[in-house]
């Protein structure tokens, strides 16, 4: 066979040799140890919290590289609208950057672009020219029809399905034959003409370890027949000419390893390294399954910007489940930022890290508690300007209460830890505004509503709002005696017979009182920020509900 004119009748437009590429695309100047990763999504839905993770992973390896994006829009048919902004955006939110790539639907930054693969049509035939010019490739005709005969034998026979050995009928077609198909109009797609022998390969996974598998003998697809790479040959051409060190992606792919080993050699490309993520798990009736599109709303990534979670909180839990030796990390640098983090591909899971939403709230509650009040108002105030107008519009109106609010019990060695998520924040703040002040909590079991009247008129008697949190305490103890309780706790622990109760339970009647809430933060500065007026009305209000 002349391969040479087979490669001319089948690319008859392609004047350019894989050498003008390769010099377009030279080698990357790296520093020692620096790597060059890529996301590569398709544009076919919303952004799964697994390709966030994957995206997030691929960045953290390329800390110091290159991290580019590139997006995988061979498939028309299946591409949404909006897909490619909704990726960027998506991934953008949660701090992800690229140094390269797609950056819009019609735009890009880079010297080893496009990188939106339908824009490459070029490219790849010039490297599928050259596997037929070496013989490694060939058009096959067959239709879906003489496919499905060929699966039906190999089902009968018990054999491996697929397009093979003595099934790859157009393996054998002679120069003529295919000239004479063409002429006829006849459509044809782009095979690999794949190894027949039985050799073991070896993965030298970066996450999972060595993995052995048999050599690849399936002529796969390399151009369907409209002239689109199919995803094997495209990622070889692709992650070769982008000059991409180490392939993160997911472990759906391991499989295919065997076919990429053999595409990267056949084109004359190295092997990249790679490093196969396991997707993301969930526990679900006491197993353990794959998180769902379908049947999880925390799948989608938006989930995590409408109930309220901020992006660092959900970058910080990603960090949990991608390396297990974070948190303790995070004990020891509870300032450090993020990217301070020493992140390992080696210490991933090989089995798949399971998503748990309480672990991430937990996360989120200490990142929170971190957070200035700046930072919270601001978190609470743009997620409640889309999802909660009500709030918004009470914070909005006056940013400095908004912000008091905050500010309590914040700046301490043990900050309080209420609010996980941004919806949190109505329930916190909740008392502080009388429109959408609702009482939680009754009163203490030991006081009745008469006796906590008393307490209450007493304390509208001594009630000070000039004093400091010492003075206001000791009018609380000053109260304790003449109403039959305690100042000292010790003492009616001791005691409990001779006493109607302690300081505490004064103070819990006053909190109940103005908050409806039993728990709360510093109750002197909760009413010092809500102000003498505010605070009686609770009070009277409370006292006239008894
Ligand atoms: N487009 C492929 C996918 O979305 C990319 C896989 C890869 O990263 O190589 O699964």
Known sequence: MNYEKLAQILFPDIDKEPSY??????????????????????????????????????????????????????????????????????????????????????????????????????IYQTFAKKLVQDGLAYPCFCTAEQLDAIRQKQESEKLNPGYYGEFATCRQLTLEQIEEKINNGETYVLRFRAPNGDKKIILDDLIKGKIEMPENNMDIVLLKSDGIPTYHFAHAVDDHLMRTTHVVRGDEWISSFPVHVQLFKACGFRVPKYAHISPIMKED?????????????????????????????VTEYLLTIANSNFEEWRKVNADAPQSAFPFTLKKMSQSGALFDLVKLHDVSKNVISRMTAEQVLDGVKEWAKQYDEELYELIAADEKYALGIFTIDRYNAKPRKDIGKWSDARQYVSYFYDKIFERTDALPENIDGEEAKKILNEYLGVYNEQDDKDAWFDTIKAMCEPLGYTPNVKEYKKNPEAFKGHVGDLSAVIRIAVTGRKNTPDLYSIMTLMGVERVKDRINDFMNSL
């Open 21 to 122: 590429y390769e010099e377009m695309y030279p080698a990357r100047p790296l520093a020692e140890g620096q790597k060059v990763t890529r996301f590569a999504p398709s544009p076919t839905g919303f952004l799964h919290i697994g390709g966030l993770f994957a995206a997030f992973v691929s960045r953290l390896t390329a800390a110091d590289g290159v991290f580019y994006l590139r997006i995988e829009d061979t498939d028309k048919k299946r591409e949404v609208e909006d897909g490619v902004t909704g990726i960027i955006e998506g991934l953008r939110a949660f701090g992800v950057t690229f140094d390269e790539g797609v950056t819009g639907v019609d735009s890009q930054s880079g010297e080893y672009g496009p990188y939106q693969q339908s824009k490459r049509r070029e």
């Open 285 to 313: 009736d006491g197993g353990k399954r794959k998180l769902s599109k379908r049947k999880d709303p925390e799948a989608a990534v938006g989930y995590y910007a409408e109930v309220g979670y901020p992006a660092q909180s």
